[in-house]
């Protein structure tokens, strides 16, 4: 069981625009930043988005993250096949002193 | 070019330990914070340890306090993981990651290929 919560799968159409929620509480979202991370298969996971709404330079700008309370969400837009990856949202957590991470939703695009 | 390079995983009976190493290069090591996360195939990542720039600040998840120890040489631009009393739910994939600030943040901008710990009689 993971601390932040995430839906296991989300799916869109070529150039569409779909969101990923990430849910957690008032010791982690609540009063940190969220990032998320894209992992393609077999390969380490990519960060894609730190400080709620950063992008890491070369991160393209369909690629957008935003936070309200103690949720987050990361939303894609112009969808493309190579975006078809696991996403992980990661925050700071208070209580526990450490990086907690999501369980991950996985994308289809159809 | 950033590189990190994990060494050190492999079989391990259960009890026993075994000593992660991982070599960084293309960037000032010693500016950095680091850390080790692991992850079961098949599932999400799950943070192991964390050691600030200069080793003053470190964390770890409770899944691994008291038997797992983190530090790292900056005259090696290295960083290490001793694992004691490994258990069955320890084997994962291994990553080494770069933090993107020199305190304990969750802003991993580089990640090693993993080494993979695999705790089996």
């Known amino acids: 069981q993971s601390v932040l919560t995430q839906p296991p799968s989300a799916s869109g159409t070529p150039g569409q625009r779909v969101t990923i929620s990430c849910s957690g509480s008032s010791s982690n979202i609540g009063s940190n930043t969220v990032n998320w991370y894209q992992q393609l298969p077999g390969t380490a996971p990519k960060l894609l988005i730190y400080?709620?709404?950063q992008r890491p330079s070369g991160v393209p700008d369909r690629f957008s993250g935003s936070k309200s309370g103690t949720s987050a969400s990361l939303a894609i837009s112009g969808l493309q096949s190579a975006d078809e990856a696991d996403y992980y949202c990661a925050a700071w957590d208070d209580s526990l002193n450490g990086v907690v991470f999501g369980g991950g939703t996985k994308l289809t695009v159809l | 070019e950033v590189q990190l390079v994990e060494s050190g995983g492999g079989l391990v009976q259960p009890g026993r330990s075994l000593r992660l190493s991982c070599a960084a290069s293309?960037?000032?090591?010693?500016?950095?914070?680091m850390h080790w996360v692991r992850q079961v195939p098949g599932k999400g990542p799950e943070w192991v340890s964390g050691?600030?720039?200069?080793?003053?600040?470190?964390g770890y998840a409770d899944s691994v306090k008291g038997r797992f120890t983190i530090s790292r040489d900056n005259a090696k631009n290295s960083l290490y993981l001793q694992m004691n009393s490994l258990r069955a739910e320890d084997t994962a994939l291994y990553y080494c990651?770069?933090?993107?600030?020199?305190?304990?943040?969750?802003?991993?901008?580089?990640w090693g290929q993993g080494t993979l710990v695999t705790v089996s009689s």
């Open positions: 400080s709620n709404n």
């Open positions: 050691i600030s720039w200069n080793s003053d600040s470190i």
């Open positions: 990651a770069k933090d993107m600030a020199q305190q304990l943040t969750p802003w991993f901008d580089y």
């Open positions: 293309g960037f000032t090591f010693d500016d950095y914070a």
